[in-house]
């Protein structure tokens, strides 16, 4: 069984601090997702990246998938109390199924 | 747009009781669904995949028996947990993917199962 540890589990910031949450995993993925999801409601997507070394960027949020596409990096800069939430990062193991299992998650909170 | 919607929302029943739960994609055709579960304070959990008109996939650790899913058109499938027990309790969430789309999966609200 496929597993995605995500580190940290857990943070605490201010607002205005940087921060970076990592996804990794033994095998290597197709694709990764990046999520997050607020309490009691769904995920909601925020990017994919397929290519190994592959950065994106979503306004503060970088994304970045490793050479070896076995691991993952979200690195938010300037944190808002807004980004508060869990950031969950999904891999897609098997090329052609499109079947993504999820990390462990980390959840962020971002005090005023 | 791309919704995805989960009825109840929430429902509380009584142990013993089977409990059906809806996940229709509204603006879109999804050949694939998938049934996830979350426990407080934890990831999602992939259960399994629905395809229009075949059995669904179910992950390993997952009874089928228990939890029964149906995908009996390209907008709509059904989870039914039966004769639920206070550990079946838990945030149930479907995912639809496009017929156009195989990378992008849409998630619904998530329904939120209480059992006495």
């Known amino acids: 069984t496929q597993l995605l540890e995500q580190s940290p589990q857990f943070l605490s910031i201010q607002e205005g601090e940087n921060l970076t949450v990592y996804c990794n995993s033994s095998s290597v993925f197709s694709s990764l997702q990046w999520y997050r999801q607020e309490p009691g409601e769904g995920p909601v997507l925020l990017v994919t990246?397929?290519?190994?070394?592959e950065v994106k960027k979503l306004k503060r949020l970088t994304f970045q998938f490793g050479d070896a596409r076995k691991d993952s990096s979200l690195h938010i800069t300037a944190a808002q109390p807004g980004d508060t939430g869990l950031y969950l990062c999904a891999g897609d193991f098997a090329s052609g199924t499109y079947k993504y299992i999820f990390g462990t998650g980390t959840r962020l909170k971002v005090l005023a | 747009g791309a919704v995805v919607s989960q009825h109840p929302s929430w429902v509380i029943c009584k142990s013993g009781t089977s409990v059906k739960i809806e996940c229709r994609s509204l603006?879109?055709?999804?050949?694939?669904m998938f049934w996830y579960r979350q426990f407080p304070k934890q990831s999602l959990m992939l259960m399994a995949t629905s395809n229009e008109g075949s059995k669904a996939t179910y992950e390993q650790g997952v009874e089928k028996d228990k939890f029964l899913i149906n995908h009996a058109s390209l907008t709509l499938s059904t989870l039914t947990v039966t004769s639920a027990h206070p550990e079946d309790s838990s945030f149930y969430i479907c995912?639809?993917?496009?017929?156009?789309?195989?990378?992008?999966?849409?998630f619904g609200p998530g329904t939120r199962l209480t059992v006495l």
């Open positions: 995912s639809a993917r496009k017929k156009t789309s195989t990378d992008t999966q849409y």
């Open positions: 603006d879109f055709q999804a050949t694939t």
């Open positions: 990246v397929v290519t190994g070394g």
